[in-house]
């Protein structure tokens, strides 16, 4: 049997790893008084028992199974009904809810691990020819709904796990490119680049748990993105097997071919066929890596400060800011200090701050990277302090630096955390022109304040800045509140009203997670009925028996009886 690893069926990440609060004085008393849940008292639903889940028997002819099986063989095709659930859907709220509920109303008939292309192509090829449904899948991390089949589903759904697909096939070092499989995990993939001296640099908080293929599948970005870019700028070359041929995009750093096919696959969510690998630029391990922390005393001048780097001629790998929400949530996970440390981030700080004039409650922590010879940082840093400076802010050093390398991809062990206690807390995440930025961001905090309202809740949202470019940035929201068992109507309520805050505001419905079903509703308003049309007619043309994964990045205004 195969040796993919996935992680845990109910949860995020793997069994026996979760958010602890018990070495961390200052969290029990934030979200007693954010959403009024003691910690000390709540009730800690138990994890359901796999037993319990309600799954329906696999949907597959017996002259289909064995024909997959002829492909990949017979103990890389399966039914196990574990193996089915976990690749039922994703890990957003939605997704973890509906699994704690026992609400896996469509689940995958087979899972199938192919081992190279050519079984890749011969799987698609059989799919098609059967009238089946076909779902790729590389780490189940995505939080769109990308990966669930439509409830309604009547025929055969295969989940192609690409996970045996998972090494650097070739690496270029005279130009700095790299081919390999979709299906490497993030830390596989910097592993094998590793041991030649060379990184990939692309960092999503997903990174442990999320594939090459499913980054590119959802144009997803990464926490360094700033230097490196988007995996958007980082795939270079494509390989896409669809239904009798492979789609096969060169490598070169730029071209002028008509429409760029690179660009219509990234982002098109295994609608238009399966990426099985990609060429992407890599660059050399740098000599130093560092994280500077940095505090500013409003949110304004933290967001005028990260503009102004984006303006400059300084080119830090990070450019982070939090809200003071998030600022606050950021002390309150620290764990508790002791001695030197203790005194000069309770006493010694926030008396500076207070000599300078700033109030303690609108206070805002940035982090700040910086990457490459120890001159270059040292001339980066430089840059950048002086632009801190000119916009009131100041630097603490590179000790909260350090703790945000270490917990910098935990942060979604925390929302299994508050389900288990019965709190929903989930992220949406946007994109504007810098012009734009601080007039939606306080209609997003304003919407979801107006919903918390509208439930009955007492809820709590937070944002962060995480991507810079020239003409704008990512704002990163979460939120949080205490639900009662029909969480996910009140969740729909929130998530609806910062959606929809994006696009009223100059938004975009999602920066890096995704359309999905989750994003697609508002996808018309962002990209105009036009421009959803041309997807429409792509989709259609391409996928006519819609087998492809069908359902994803449009919405669908009814349910059609499929087969």
């Not at 011969?122 to 799919?127: K, P």
């Not at 089946?132 to 309604?152: D, Q």
């Not at 690496?171 to 993030?186: C, K």
């Not at 001296?197 to 499913?214: A, I, Q």
Request: glycine share 10%; charged share 25%.
């Amino acid at each position: 049997m195969t040796d993919v690893q996935h992680m845990k069926w109910w949860g995020w990440g793997k069994e026996g790893v979760g958010f602890h609060w018990e070495d961390k004085p200052g969290f029990a008393p934030f979200v007693l008084d954010i959403l009024d849940l003691d910690l000390h008292d709540a009730a800690v639903v138990e994890k359901p028992a796999f037993e319990s889940l309600t799954i329906a028997n696999p949907v597959a002819e017996p002259a289909f199974v064995a024909a997959l099986a002829s492909i990949v063989g017979e103990d890389d095709v399966t039914s196990d009904p574990m193996e089915r659930v976990v690749h039922t859907f994703g890990k957003s709220l939605r997704d973890l809810v509906r699994i704690r509920q026992n609400r896996v109303d469509r689940v995958p008939d087979l899972v199938v691990y192919p081992e190279n292309e050519d079984e890749v192509q011969r799987v698609v090829d059989a799919v098609v020819a059967a009238d089946a449904v076909l779902i790729p899948f590389g780490g189940g991390s995505n939080i769109a709904g990308s990966l669930e089949a439509r409830a309604y589903e009547r025929r055969t759904i295969v989940s192609l796990d690409l996970g045996r697909l998972r090494k650097l096939i070739e690496l270029d070092e005279e130009s700095g490119l790299a081919r390999i499989q979709a299906g490497a995990l993030g830390p596989d993939l910097e592993q094998q680049l590793k041991e030649r001296g060379w990184t990939l640099g692309h960092f999503p908080d997903s990174f442990t748990h999320s594939t090459l293929g499913g980054w590119i599948a959802t144009r997803s970005s990464g926490m360094q993105s700033d230097k490196y870019g988007d995996i958007a700028d980082i795939v270079r070359g494509l390989r896409l097997v669809r239904p009798g041929g492979v789609v096969a995009i060169r490598p070169v750093p730029s071209t002028s071919t008509g429409p760029s096919l690179r660009e219509m696959i990234l982002g098109s969510e295994g609608r238009l066929g399966v990426i099985t690998e990609a060429t992407v630029q890599v660059h050399r391990i740098p000599a130093k890596r560092v994280i500077h922390a940095y505090f500013f005393p409003t949110w304004a001048k933290g967001l005028a400060a990260m503009q102004a780097i984006a303006e400059s001629d300084a080119t830090p790998i990070v450019t982070r800011v939090s809200d003071a929400r998030e600022t606050r949530f950021s002390m309150a996970t620290s764990k508790e200090r002791r001695g030197l440390d203790k005194f000069l981030a309770g006493t010694a700080l926030p008396g500076i701050m207070r000599a300078k004039g700033w109030n303690l409650d609108q206070i805002c922590l940035s982090f700040i990277g910086y990457e490459g010879s120890p001159e270059h940082v040292k001339r980066q840093k430089k840059l950048v302090d002086a632009i801190v400076r000119k916009h009131g802010g100041m630097g603490v050093g590179t000790g909260p630096g350090v703790l945000y390398d270490q917990k910098k991809f935990d942060t979604p062990y925390l929302r299994d955390f508050l389900l288990d206690r019965g709190a929903a807390g989930d992220v949406s995440e946007t994109a504007a022109p810098w012009s734009k930025l601080l007039p939606l961001y306080t209609a997003v905090v304003t919407a979801a304040n107006c919903a918390f309202a509208r439930i009955g809740r007492k809820g709590y949202i937070m944002c962060h800045l995480s991507h810079s470019y020239h003409s704008g940035a990512c704002l990163y929201f979460t939120f949080a509140f205490v639900a009662d068992q029909d969480m996910l109507t009140e969740y729909d309520v929130v998530k609806s009203a910062v959606q929809q805050a994006f696009v009223d505001n100059g938004g975009t419905l999602s920066h890096h997670h995704g359309v999905g079903v989750e994003h697609a509703p508002w996808l018309e308003q962002d990209v105009s009925p036009a421009g959803a049309q041309v997807l429409r007619v792509l989709f259609e043309a391409t996928d006519p028996g819609a087998n492809l994964n069908p359902g994803k990045i449009l919405d669908e205004v009814s349910d059609p009886v499929a087969g």
